[in-house]
């Protein structure tokens, strides 16, 4: 695949009615492509991650992530030289478990997703 965006999980049931979608955006480089952003979307609210730690919660660069994603509880931990820590991590604690992991890179425009914990009953 080239430059595009991809649908990585949709899950229209999740937790009965809110529904969790998840997107990613890739970008080429010469002959190779790079996942460029991530779009999590749990019932109304969305969250949006890029490179370098560059984050929109319901459309506001860099909003309050304190009351979560639609409740769900969303973290993020800053890039530490002292402990040579080179990324970004958002984590969105989906409750029983799971949680999706972002890592954005400080000094790069790649972006790694991990669904952990996933249970069949919740991902099918």
């Known amino acids: 695949h080239g430059e595009c965006d991809l649908v990585l999980t949709r899950i229209p049931t999740f937790r009965k009615?809110?529904?969790?979608?998840?997107?990613?955006?890739?970008?080429?480089?010469?002959?190779?492509?790079?996942?460029?952003?991530?779009?999590?979307?749990?019932?109304?609210?969305?969250?949006?991650?890029?490179?370098?730690?560059?984050?929109?919660?319901?459309?506001?660069?860099?909003?309050?992530?304190s009351n979560g994603i639609s409740g769900?509880?969303?973290?993020?931990?800053?890039?530490?030289?002292?402990k040579k820590q080179m990324k970004h991590i958002f984590e969105v604690d989906l409750r029983g478990g799971e949680k999706l992991m972002i890592k954005s890179f400080k000094n790069k425009n790649l972006i790694h997703v991990t669904i952990e914990g996933a249970k069949e009953e919740t991902f099918g």
């Open 17 to 65: 009615i809110l529904g969790l979608h998840v997107h990613i955006r890739t970008q080429i480089v010469n002959d190779w492509s790079y996942i460029s952003r991530v779009g999590i979307k749990i019932g109304w609210d969305t969250l949006e991650i890029g490179a370098r730690g560059v984050y929109y919660i319901n459309g506001v660069r860099h909003g309050d992530l």
């Open 72 to 82: 769900f509880k969303v973290t993020h931990t800053k890039p530490n030289m002292h």
